[in-house]
């Protein structure tokens, strides 16, 4: 038996006391051995529906080092290795849209493009830009980058992020951007399985795991026959034959759902409310925040779609730090290495317009303007309307956006005075009322390792009746939720694991709200003002609210910019004021 990577679910580095460690993850134990004489490492692995013993050559036995001090050994780990993403069709279908910007013949005059936003969508929008000979700046209002995916330093050195970020196999141009950049060994991946816990067996978790030697959608369904925790086998039977339509029609099948929740169409279908109860609850919450009820049936079947029909779709891979500084940073250097700028503490306070109603400068809160040959904003959508001149509000596309509203969610970080027991080296849903979906940072995290103490990372959504509340009362109930998930070594007062500090970040408008009928507002890139363009996971794109969806429009603006390029050429070269606006 080859071992790749199975000895990897506990931290980073792992101490080897009598040269026997075990894994961080009760479920899935994992003893190890090293013989430096014969640079052989020996195992046991056990789990809910295996056991073996095999041992194997290590090549990086030399990674293995004594401590001195009391004569233990310490074994540098890796993770699950990179699952192979470059065969898929969206793959490559990402990879293609990406050459093109780089293959594209040089601009003769290359474009000036103001772009306001310094997410992923911005980030995206001025990378790819700047691939195909542009001069894209970018301006962020804060002073850090990411929007959504932003992170901050405290006093003591730790980080907190404005979210916990699972990078999926199913993301197909968030995979192709790590490649270009050269920073795919900054993903941590995750076993191929996904963690629930047991609302009704206090510290207990459902698995679902998925079997390397199928492919999709079989692996799928191996996991959900496999489960026999969560849901009967007539639950099963009844929620696959409501599924067989989705499987059967494709996309246009699943945009057709957007008129409904999640729960009318699981009731349309004949599914048992269990199956929401069970499984959607969990999965509505972790994809938009906000519960089945309210959920757009089609942002669920876009999720299953990708997880379902894509061997790797459903894998999950941590970042191994901070997003500003592992993610961010890479594609701002790369974008100045190509002549473009990314100014921090650029608020835009104001689109000026021309006579014609097209733009002629952003306004910066500073006083200062800034004008370019094209304009983008790459904001959250909530910002945007709230920046919209008022010559634009009565066009059709614009009026849109008012059904387009970001939810609320609350990031909870918390740091104990021990290393927790009942977690995994994974993302984890929680199942809970306040509660989304949470991990063990100090464990799936190479920056923030930590060997004695744990910091949990959680979502606490639905949080629109929570975000006006203080910050000890939203961590005051996540206590009482957390003593049901680990109630050997949590109590809500405090008397078994203590807190030793925590941070909540709270943002009022996150993703906008996927509720039912929201696809026809999503603005497409182009707008009908000529020369203004939008970028953002709220634009028309195959994915969802999401990272993946952030770049993926980032990538469809840019390339909308390059086929108006004779036209914004020769507007630059015209008098605004010549011509009216035409909506």
Not at 82 to 98: D, G, K, M, Q, V
Not at 465 to 490: C, G, H, N, Q, Y
């Amino acid at each position: 038996m080859t071992l790749v990577g199975f000895i990897s679910a506990g931290p980073p580095c792992v101490n080897l006391y009598k040269k026997s460690s075990w894994d961080v993850n009760p479920a899935r134990k994992c003893s190890i051995d090293v013989d430096p004489r014969w640079n052989k490492l020996s195992a046991s692995r056990s789990s809910d529906y295996m056991g073996c013993i095999f041992e194997v050559p290590v090549p990086w036995l030399s990674k293995v080092k004594s401590n001195p001090t009391n004569g233990s050994m310490q074994v540098y780990c890796s993770d699950y290795p990179r699952p192979e993403l470059e065969n898929t069709i969206n793959f490559l279908e990402a990879a293609r849209l990406s050459a093109s910007f780089r293959d594209c013949m040089r601009p003769n005059k290359p474009l000036v493009v103001i772009i306001a936003g310094a997410g992923l969508a911005g980030l995206s929008t001025a990378k790819y830009l700047a691939d195909a000979g542009h001069k894209p700046i970018l301006l962020e209002a804060r002073d850090v980058l990411g929007g959504k995916i932003a992170a901050w330093k405290d006093k003591d050195g730790d980080y907190y992020e404005t979210g916990l970020h699972i990078f999926f196999g199913a993301y197909p141009n968030i995979q192709n951007l790590f490649g270009e950049l050269g920073i795919n060994d900054r993903l941590q991946w995750k076993e191929h399985s996904m963690i629930f816990a047991m609302p009704n067996k206090p510290g207990e978790f459902s698995r679902f795991d998925f079997p390397e030697f199928l492919p999709a959608p079989f692996n799928g369904i191996w996991a959900i026959l496999k489960n026999n925790e969560m849901l009967t086998w007539s639950e099963k039977v009844k929620f696959a034959v409501g599924l067989l339509p989705a499987m059967i029609g494709g996309q246009s099948y699943v945009e057709a759902q957007d008129s409904l929740s999640v729960k009318e169409w699981m009731k349309r279908q004949g599914v048992p409310d269990r199956v929401s109860d069970e499984v959607f609850i969990a999965m509505s919450k972790a994809l938009n925040f906000i519960n089945p009820d309210e959920l757009s049936m089609q942002c669920i079947l876009i999720a299953l779609n990708r997880f379902l029909q894509e061997k790797h779709g459903s894998k999950m891979a941590f970042l191994d730090g901070n997003p500003p500084e592992r993610l961010c940073m890479p594609i701002v250097e790369h974008i100045k290495s190509l002549g473009g700028q990314v100014q921090l503490n650029s608020r835009v306070q104001k689109i000026e317009l021309n006579s014609d109603r097209t733009v002629k400068q952003f306004v910066l809160s500073n006083g200062s303007v800034i004008t370019g040959d094209a304009y983008v904003f790459a904001t959250p959508v909530d910002i945007l309307k709230l920046l919209l001149p008022e010559e634009w509000k009565e066009i059709p596309c614009f009026q849109r956006l008012n059904k387009l509203v970001g939810v609320p969610v609350i990031n909870i970080h918390l740091w104990f005075d021990r290393k927790l027991k009942n977690t995994y080296d994974h993302l984890l849903f929680s199942r809970s009322n306040l509660l989304s979906v949470y991990a063990d940072m100090s464990v799936t995290c190479k920056e923030y390792y930590d060997p004695n103490r744990s910091m949990l990372e959680l979502v606490f959504a639905p949080a629109e009746e929570w975000i006006s509340r203080s910050d000890s009362d939203i961590v005051d109930a996540t206590m009482i939720e957390l003593a049901k998930l680990f109630p050997d070594e949590i109590s809500a007062d405090q008397s078994k694991a203590k807190i030793l500090k925590y941070h909540v970040v709270k943002t009022p408008r996150s993703v906008y709200k996927t509720v039912p009928n929201c696809e026809p507002c999503r603005p497409l890139q182009r707008t009908p003002i000529e020369g203004f363009y939008l970028a953002g996971d709220y634009t028309k794109q195959k994915y969802l609210a999401s990272m993946e969806g952030a770049v993926l429009s980032g990538k469809l603006c840019a390339q909308t910019i390059l086929q108006d390029y004779e036209k914004l050429v020769s507007t630059a070269l015209r008098d605004p004021s010549a011509e009216m606006f035409v909506a």
